[in-house]
């Protein structure tokens, strides 16, 4: 119940059922922690007209996490591979505007995932001509890429982020709790901010 609150502003994965969980790939490749210290500025002004300064170390989590790739050295698996890389490329970046909204994915939604936009990169990073549209098992690859990019989202928010803030919630009583934390990602840097309430 916890997680489902959590996730209540993702569409998507706060919809998630029991079922979905045992079907979820695994996508945890690794991961690397580290520490820096930094120096940041108070948005808000006091008297002086000065922002604030603050002093603060931060904790970084890095996860790694791997799509499949047909595996194999015949010159047919190596050239699908390709094939996969470059719509992953191509793909990724532009997920969060192409993000569905709907949370089943399936064959019959490509459209609403497709815009021309998306098609046309794609398109030209697979070396198709102007106007060629996907085949199908590009389009295939790109349903499993969802599907993928929404299993690593559910276990990153209803697995990692979920047992931090916990983990940080039952300590609030010995320490000062952190006030925010940040998930982002490499392929479309955006910020999510998780603030403790």
Do not use: C
Not at 9 to 27: A, E, G, H, P, W
Not at 51 to 60: A, D, G
């Amino acid at each position: 119940m916890r997680i489902k609150k959590l996730l209540h502003f993702y569409t998507v994965l706060s919809k998630y059922r029991n079922q979905d969980i045992d079907k979820l790939d695994r996508v945890f490749e690794g991961y690397s922690m580290y520490e820096v210290d930094g120096v940041f500025y108070s948005s808000k002004k006091r008297t002086t007209n000065k922002p604030k300064e603050y002093e603060e170390r931060t904790q970084i989590i890095k996860l790694m996490f791997l799509p499949k790739y047909v595996s194999g050295t015949s010159p047919r698996a190596q050239n699908k591979r390709k094939k996969q890389l470059a719509i992953a490329r191509a793909f990724l970046p532009l997920f969060s505007q192409s993000h569905p909204k709907d949370e089943t994915f399936s064959p019959t939604n490509y459209e609403d995932v497709l815009t021309d936009e998306i098609r046309k990169s794609i398109g030209s990073s697979l070396g198709h001509r102007e106007g060629e549209d996907l085949l199908g098992h590009e389009k295939k690859y790109i349903l499993y890429l969802i599907r993928w990019v929404h299993s690593v989202a559910l276990w990153v928010f209803g697995y990692v982020v979920y047992q931090v803030l916990d983990t940080i919630h039952g300590l609030k009583k010995d320490y000062p709790p952190e006030e925010e934390i940040w998930v982002t990602s490499q392929f479309d840097f955006v910020v999510n901010k998780l603030k403790l309430y």
